[in-house]
């Protein structure tokens, strides 16, 4: 077995390591951010497989590390902390959320947390928007068709959707990204909403109205989420919820998937209490809600709320800066904690 330089070879029952180094990577991120571990911070293992390591064998690989990059599918609790050791001082996500961490355990370990915000501001923003239209204009259920070799020719009343233009966009968050998505909204002339625990500026700025969730669902046409995961959050759009809004609504979810009752969306989609929906993030993933694939009225996509190639080339860079910040003695850029 030939080994790469700042690499290991990753099996089901060993890790061998070319020489074990401060700063372990869990699984493969664009080069940009290796380059920076390489050369400003003498270099890393990292796991080359593209998925995620078992709990056991993730615990295995960080002993004796003084710094882990990770990625939201890895799951950084106190037990793993324990198993880095003592000398543990930072944990990167490459990531703008954080709930794959325990925050709590890493604070009593005096072990620093960084994510990657700003960054992917934009990118997420034109994703949601990508949603929005497809959904509205029921582009995954015509491409289907078409790709199925199902369509005999053009039709006044095939696929009929609904026009975006001087809608209403309700956001949930008013946030970086929400904010990005409202920009967006003003080249289709579209009235704004927003809910928000206070009033955020730069939306104001924007035109857009504060109002109470209750009255957004009610009021909005087009419903995007762009809220982090918390326990207040999990499950805010639920059966209640979503029969408040119109039967012509659209619902988008470029933010975490627990913020919708995946479950209560699959009925309200199928009974057609909402026109449509638009998702990027799901409940339990990978794992999606089997009535998801049976309903036409929803777009799926896989996770890519910030999958283009300078998005997530800076998100690692970021990651990999935090690093060497911290094992330099220097403050943090993106502390989370």
Not at 65 to 94: F, M, P, S, W
Not at 195 to 209: D, I, N, T
Not at 272 to 299: M, S, T
Request: charged share 20%; net charge positive.
């Amino acid at each position: 077995m030939s080994f790469q330089p700042h690499s290991f070879y990753f099996s089901a029952v060993s890790f061998t390591f070319l020489a074990m180094q401060k700063i372990f990577v869990t699984r493969q991120i664009p080069q940009a951010g290796l380059n920076i571990l390489r050369l400003q911070a003498g270099g890393y293992d990292i796991n080359f497989a593209d998925k995620s390591l078992s709990k056991i064998d993730l615990k295995n690989a960080v002993k004796g590390r003084e710094a882990i990059v990770c990625l939201l599918t890895d799951a950084i609790d106190a037990e793993l902390l324990d198993a880095a050791g003592t000398q543990l001082k930072i944990v990167a996500n490459v990531a703008v959320g954080y709930n794959n961490i325990d925050i709590s355990a890493a604070n009593a370990r005096r072990v620093i947390i960084t994510n990657t915000p700003g960054v992917l501001t934009d990118t997420t923003a034109d994703l949601a928007w990508a949603l929005l239209m497809a959904s509205a204009r029921r582009l995954g259920e015509s491409e289907r068709v078409l790709r199925a070799r199902q369509w005999h020719g053009w039709g006044i009343l095939q696929f009929l959707g609904q026009d975006i233009a001087r809608k209403t966009l309700g956001i949930v968050g008013g946030g970086r990204i929400g904010a990005a998505v409202a920009r967006r909204a003003k080249g289709f002339d579209m009235p704004v909403l927003y809910v928000s625990r206070g009033a955020k500026p730069e939306m104001e700025e924007l035109g857009a109205k504060r109002v109470d969730l209750d009255t957004c669902l009610r009021q909005s046409d087009f419903m995007s989420l762009h809220v982090p995961l918390t326990p207040e959050t999990k499950h805010l759009i639920g059966k209640r919820e979503l029969d408040l809004m119109k039967p012509t609504a659209h619902l988008i979810n470029t933010a975490r998937g627990p913020v919708i009752d995946e479950a209560a969306l699959v009925d309200a989609l199928k009974l057609k209490r909402i026109a449509g929906a638009g998702l990027d993030v799901y409940e339990d993933e990978p794992r999606i809600h089997p009535g998801l694939f049976e309903c036409e009225n929803v777009v799926l996509a896989p996770h890519i709320g910030s999958a283009t190639t300078e998005t997530r080339g800076k998100m690692a860079t970021m990651a990999a800066l935090n690093v060497v910040a911290v094992l330099t003695g220097k403050a943090p850029l993106n502390p989370v904690s």
